[in-house]
């Protein structure tokens, strides 16, 4: 009798509301492809908001889909064509055709993401981690989603980096974090993080905020003039990452003329903007969309110590309570919640 294939737990979402936990064959790596052992995925609010609402905008749940895409874990078996990977983030994006785009396959989309026992992906021979931890090298996917273009050392920064949002998450407070680390250690003499939240504004002064400003009921332009006393100015940089349409229009409001306003959140498909105020002042509007040639820098930065992002996972749950996890999440509990894949490692 033949003895019986290892697990390959998998957390699948069927539609709104409906997440279980499935069981897939482990898959063979093709030649350009690494076999994963799967440690720590990081649970994002676009996961939670797959699973309320069975969409993302026009990404939207058409069969069953594992989740999750804030992974890392460990080479179990490689391709004939890959060689000097042993530990790695696996990244949420992958730079080949794919249905939903002409160049960018989003990892969280495809029927084949992270939170299970074994994944196989394709990755860049040159994606090596420096340092044996695993949650260092999930986080290494946070550290990429901030937008590195538009961060040129401005002299002043303000961050939108709260929760003033109308999803039903708090998805971007790791994000906001994140982005406040980073504008730091890129050299931004000034940062302002506003929140509705005491509590999380209490967390950003921890990583290095100069100032932090709690939102009420203070209009947009409320908090622009706010946000300009505390820094003596109105910011070059304003980086919005909720997607709130109140948020956007506070960081425009906020944005000195011919600055950039970088948005970051996604929220609804439409919001209405002051867009008029924006073009009279030549304030530059951008996206940033994943994670385009940043996973170098990330890594660098992480290696570095230039960043220190450990401190932003708050939950751990064996990926048996997958369920309790997601609700932990959806609640707003902590900052980072974190699955661990392997039953027979759930170290950090």
């Known amino acids: 009798m033949a003895a019986a294939k290892p697990e390959n737990l998998s957390l699948v979402v069927h539609g709104p509301g409906d997440l279980r936990l499935e069981n897939y064959p482990i898959p063979e790596p093709g030649p350009n492809e690494v076999l994963l052992k799967m440690h720590s995925v990081g649970i994002?609010?676009?996961?939670?908001?797959?699973?309320?609402?069975?969409?993302?905008?026009?990404?939207?749940?058409?069969?069953?889909?594992?989740?999750?895409?804030?992974?890392?874990?460990?080479?179990?078996?490689?391709?004939?064509?890959?060689?000097?990977?042993?530990?790695?983030?696996?990244?949420?994006?992958?730079?080949?055709?794919?249905?939903l785009s002409?160049?960018?396959?989003?990892?969280?989309?495809?029927?084949?993401?992270?939170?299970?026992?074994?994944?196989?992906?394709?990755?860049?021979?040159?994606?090596?981690?420096?340092?044996?931890?695993?949650?260092?090298a999930r986080l290494a996917d946070t550290t990429c989603h901030q937008p590195?273009?538009?961060?040129?050392?401005?002299?002043?920064?303000?961050?939108?980096?709260?929760?003033?949002?109308t999803m039903p998450t708090s998805a971007t407070r790791p994000i906001g974090l994140v982005n406040l680390l980073v504008a730091k250690a890129m050299g931004a003499a000034q940062v302002v993080v506003t929140d509705l939240s005491a509590s999380r504004l209490a967390k950003a002064k921890e990583a290095?905020?100069?100032?932090?400003?709690?939102?009420?009921?203070?209009?947009?332009?409320?908090?622009?003039?706010?946000?300009?006393?505390?820094?003596?100015?109105?910011?070059?940089?304003?980086?919005?990452?909720?997607?709130?349409e109140a948020a956007i229009q506070a960081g425009i409001y906020a944005t000195c003329p011919g600055g950039t306003l970088m948005?970051?959140?996604?929220?609804?498909?439409?919001?209405n903007v002051p867009l008029v105020h924006a073009a009279i002042r030549e304030v530059d509007i951008k996206g940033v969309f994943r994670y385009c040639n940043t996973w170098p820098m990330a890594i660098s930065?992480?290696?570095?110590?230039?960043?220190?992002?450990?401190?932003?996972?708050?939950?751990?749950?064996?990926?048996?309570?997958?369920?309790?996890?997601?609700?932990?999440?959806?609640?707003?509990?902590?900052?980072?919640?974190?699955?661990?894949?392997d039953p027979n490692?759930?170290?950090?």
């Not at 908001?49 to 179990?76: C, N």
């Not at 006393?229 to 980086?239: A, C, F, R, S």
Request: aromatic content about 4%; charged content about 15%.
């Open 148 to 165: 590195s273009s538009s961060v040129p050392r401005p002299p002043m920064m303000g961050t939108s980096a709260g929760s003033i949002s």
């Open 263 to 271: 948005l970051v959140g996604l929220g609804s498909e439409m919001v």
């Open 44 to 99: 994002c609010g676009s996961d939670v908001h797959y699973w309320q609402h069975g969409r993302i905008g026009d990404f939207i749940v058409k069969k069953p889909m594992v989740l999750g895409h804030e992974a890392s874990g460990t080479v179990v078996k490689v391709g004939s064509l890959v060689k000097h990977l042993q530990q790695v983030p696996a990244p949420p994006s992958a730079l080949t055709p794919h249905p």
């Open 208 to 244: 290095g905020a100069d100032f932090v400003l709690q939102i009420t009921n203070e209009s947009p332009q409320e908090i622009a003039s706010k946000v300009e006393g505390l820094l003596g100015g109105k910011p070059e940089v304003t980086i919005e990452c909720t997607g709130a």
């Open 301 to 341: 930065m992480l290696a570095s110590k230039s960043v220190n992002v450990k401190s932003l996972v708050t939950h751990r749950f064996p990926l048996e309570k997958a369920l309790e996890a997601f609700e932990t999440s959806k609640k707003g509990l902590g900052l980072k919640v974190m699955i661990k894949c």
């Open 345 to 348: 490692d759930q170290n950090p």
């Open 102 to 136: 002409s160049s960018i396959g989003v990892h969280i989309t495809q029927v084949n993401a992270s939170i299970k026992i074994y994944l196989v992906i394709a990755l860049p021979s040159s994606l090596v981690l420096p340092e044996k931890s695993m949650n260092f």
